[in-house]
Structure formats: structure tokens, C-alpha cells
């Protein structure tokens, strides 16, 4: 099971996968000039959102169709200062999104 997590420390923010950086994979879509965000829906929110997604799934075409909504779902909620999601969490709600069930 992978493990991710986000720090705030200051104005800096990491996002992690079984403490190594996360990829936010630009080159499927670049979102944020300014990096990874969670907590509201913007462009950094989304940026997590990709990359949590395109980690787990593995799926480039799947990535893109729905990040957004992963975005919507989860990232936007997160707490401030730290968070984790398992991969059985980002599977339930990823499964949901494609389901259409959300």
C-alpha cells in the first residue's frame, strides 16, 4: 500500500509517496506555476490532484479524465497544514468517479 502525504511548512508545501517527492507530471498537463496546493480549487489543488492520480492509476488517458473531479472530491478538502490518503482511498474514490457515482 503507497502512502501519500502533504506538508506545509511555512509557505512551502511537499507532496509525497512513500517518502519520496511526488512527480507532478507536467507533461501531462501543467496546472500550477507555483506547484502543488490543496485545500481550495485552484490550479495547485489540481496540479496534486494529477499527480496523486497518475501515480496510483498508472493510466495517462484515465489521469486526465478525471483528475478534476478527484480535485473536486478530495483535494479541495484536505486540511492545511498535513494530510495523508492511502491507496484505498484514492481507489474507492477514483472507482466512484468512473462509476459515475460521486
Known amino acids: 500500500m503507497k502512502i501519500y502525504q502533504g506538508i506545509r511548512e511555512g509557505y512551502a ?3 509525497t509517496v ?3 517527492f511526488l512527480n507532478p507530471r507536467l507533461d501531462l498537463w501543467n496546472h500550477s ?3 502543488f496546493e490543496w ?10 490532484a494529477l499527480g ?4 496510483h492509476l498508472g493510466k495517462d488517458d484515465e489521469v486526465i479524465v478525471l483528475h478534476q473531479d478527484f480535485k473536486q ?3 479541495t478538502g484536505l486540511p492545511h497544514r498535513n494530510w495523508t490518503l492511502t491507496t484505498e ?14
Open 13 to 15: 508545501v511537499t507532496v
Open 18 to 20: 512513500n517518502g519520496r
Open 33 to 35: 506555476p507555483t506547484g
Open 39 to 48: 485545500g481550495y480549487g485552484g490550479s495547485g489543488p489540481a496540479e496534486v
Open 52 to 55: 496523486v492520480l497518475a501515480d
Open 73 to 75: 472530491k478530495v483535494i
Open 89 to 102: 482511498q484514492i481507489q474507492t474514490t477514483s472507482s466512484a468517479l468512473r462509476a459515475g457515482s460521486t
